[in-house]
């Protein structure tokens, strides 16, 4: 209990009164004494600036003038607590959650108020010594302002994001990074990161992140593979960022699957790979041709009278065999360029395929290969049918075994031609694979490597005419079946 103090003086001559008086109005902080009713008695010059009101104003008024209308509800709990208990209940305490005060132009603030009880002549008060705490209230909401966009910002990011701890642990991870791994929350909790890596990148994980976590760098990136938790192995390129606190260590992920890029990447390689094949293939397939033609042709220019007949009649037959060749050669190359523009066009004419199989026969110039079965006729482009089976007879004389044989049949509206050797049969993998452009099954010893062209145009020719080709094994057989619609008349 605080009594009033007597009116008496100091060693120095000064009164008690003026002493106290003195020391509360050089209080910084705004201090508000009121009664049981809730009256101001006393008003400092600390709170005269933060209110905005004189003293002399607020004197006798209620206190509910310094409060908010929306806050008067809540502000007399305490001092109603202190006339219910009394001042000596009562223990001066900062209340941390801050109130609100109402100044004389209408405006709020928010206030940090300690409550203390007195009790003078008798009567009970209450003193309140208020802070005016808008700059950390400020900061506060600005804070929250930024948490909660960076929550917002984390969550709902479409690239995988993770919270690391400074030992490489999870801490939290977005939805985006949960989709990515197949992990939840719960999964990861506790989890060293490291663990979802693949086990031969692990240590490029920490030889490239050892140095952000040691502070010593504030970022670092680097490629590597993770395991699924349905065991798919993806590539991802993390990213990892120091979160900017020394002191709490925290890092920041982001991690994109690259998965599909690198694939991309593997597949241009082999792509540019195949092209700087293609290149030699041609040269060495425009070569052979060219250079009989032009020795030959040399000699019959130079040497011609000194010639027999015999020898003139076999270098004529020999130009006009590679020339052939080389017409083919050029026919691939133009049907594969009009192709990719996809301006490649064919026409449908009823033709006899077993008329189509002896023409190219007679142009290779074998009479091992034996065509047979029925005389069908079928849809498609005279032309393009005899380049497709070229194609096929071509690769059964460089890659197969004889007997090469070439079947005709029709299957209800299906006319087929097949051409069958008895070669090793192509690996399941290849099966696909040899139909795409640049791409070779065979690579025999002492052969040079073809463009890789010839399946592809043929496949394309078939669907264009309206047909197929396919590759079937069977038990000691490869066989390359060129299906089109039977013609009219033959159904």
Known sequence: MISQPRRRSDGW???????????????????????????????????????????????GEDL???????????????????????????????????????????????????????????????????????????????LETSERRFRAMFEQSPIAMVLVAPAGGYVSGNRAFHEQTGYSSDELE???????????????LMREFRPVVAGLEETARVELRYVRKDGAVRTMDLFLASMGDPDSGYLIGQATDVTHRMEDRARL??????????????????????????????????????????????MIGTIVSESVDLTNIVDDLLVAARAEIDVLTVARVAIDLRAQASQILEMHGSDQIE????????????????????NLVSNAMKYGRDPITIDVAKHGSTAVISVAD????????????????YERAHRVAGVTAS?????????????????????VRTPDTNVFALELPLAVGDD
């Open 13 to 59: 001559g000064v009164s008690s009164d003026a002493v106290y008086r003195s020391l509360v109005e050089a209080v910084a902080d705004p201090l508000v004494v009121i009664n049981e009713q809730h009256q101001i008695v006393l008003f400092n010059r600390a709170a005269e600036r933060v209110f905005g009101y004189d003293a002399a104003e607020l004197l």
């Open 64 to 142: 509910n003038l310094l409060i908010p209308d929306e806050h008067r509800h809540s502000h007399p709990d305490q001092v109603n607590r202190f006339g219910a208990q009394g001042s000596h209940h009562l223990k001066p305490a900062w209340h941390r959650d801050p109130v609100q005060g109402r100044r004389s132009d209408g405006s709020t603030f928010p206030a940090e108020v300690s409550l203390s009880g007195l009790e003078v002549d008798g009567r009970r008060l209450m003193a309140a010594a208020l802070r005016d705490v808008t700059p950390r209230v400020e900061m506060e909401r600005a």
């Open 190 to 204: 506790d989890k060293w990161l490291g663990e979802i890596v693949h086990e031969e990148d692990r240590d490029l």
């Open 269 to 314: 390689e082999e792509l540019v790979r195949s092209k700087d094949e293609l290149i030699a293939s041609i040269s060495h397939e425009l070569r052979t041709p060219l250079t009989a033609l032009v020795g030959f042709a040399q000699l019959l220019h130079s040497e011609y009278s000194a010639l027999d007949p015999v020898e003139r009649a076999e």
């Open 371 to 390: 065509v047979v079965g029925a005389d069908v006729r079928a849809w498609g482009d005279p032309a393009r049918v005899r380049q497709i089976l070229r």
């Open 422 to 437: 008895r070669g090793e049969p192509i690996a399941k993998d290849d099966q696909v694979r040899i139909f795409e452009p």
């Open 451 to 471: 463009m890789g062209l010839g399946l592809p145009i043929s496949r394309q020719l078939a669907s264009l005419m309206g047909g197929s080709l396919v590759y």
